[in-house]
């Protein structure tokens, strides 16, 4: 079930309609709003809060305009996928993200420095996406 909610992602405040895990703790009847600070410390959190940086990070580093929007397009699917529990999606999305990242450091659009950099903050989201994968997936046979 999906609910208005205000989810805050390492002091970003995410608001839309969420379908907000058990895990989480954030339970709501529909129609009423749940608000909920993300800081990290499980596996869910770990995933949005490591796509929160990798957003971060685009914005930060990556100078051509029309590159850092096709990145952090990717980045935003993936954070939607994650908080939509589509974790095989924002996995796909990450990788996509990856491969772009890897092509616009071999075209020269990125110095290898960025390159490496975002590309290192891709693997850990990937990393982190799936560990929130594996938290799910043990809660569904426990």
């Not at 969420?18 to 990290?40: E, I, K, N, R």
């Not at 999305?93 to 020269?108: F, M, T």
């Not at 960025?114 to 990393?127: A, D, E, F, R, W």
């Amino acid at each position: 079930m999906r609910i208005k909610s205000t989810l805050t992602v390492l002091g970003i405040a995410l608001a839309g309609a969420f379908a907000l895990p058990a895990s989480v703790g954030a339970q709501s009847a529909p129609g009423t709003t749940t608000t909920y600070t993300c800081d990290g410390s499980d596996a869910y959190c770990a995933a949005l809060a490591s796509l929160a940086d990798l957003q971060a990070t685009v914005a930060e580093l990556v100078p051509d305009v029309h590159l850092a929007f096709s990145l952090n397009v990717k980045v935003q699917a993936a954070t939607n996928s994650v908080l939509a529990g589509q974790y095989d999606a924002a996995l796909g999305q990450l990788i996509a993200l990856g491969n772009q990242v890897n092509a616009a450091g071999q075209s020269g659009q990125l110095d290898d420095k960025t390159t490496t950099t975002v590309g290192n903050k891709v693997q850990i989201s990937s990393i982190n996406v799936n560990k929130a994968k594996d938290a799910a997936s043990t809660k569904l046979f426990q």
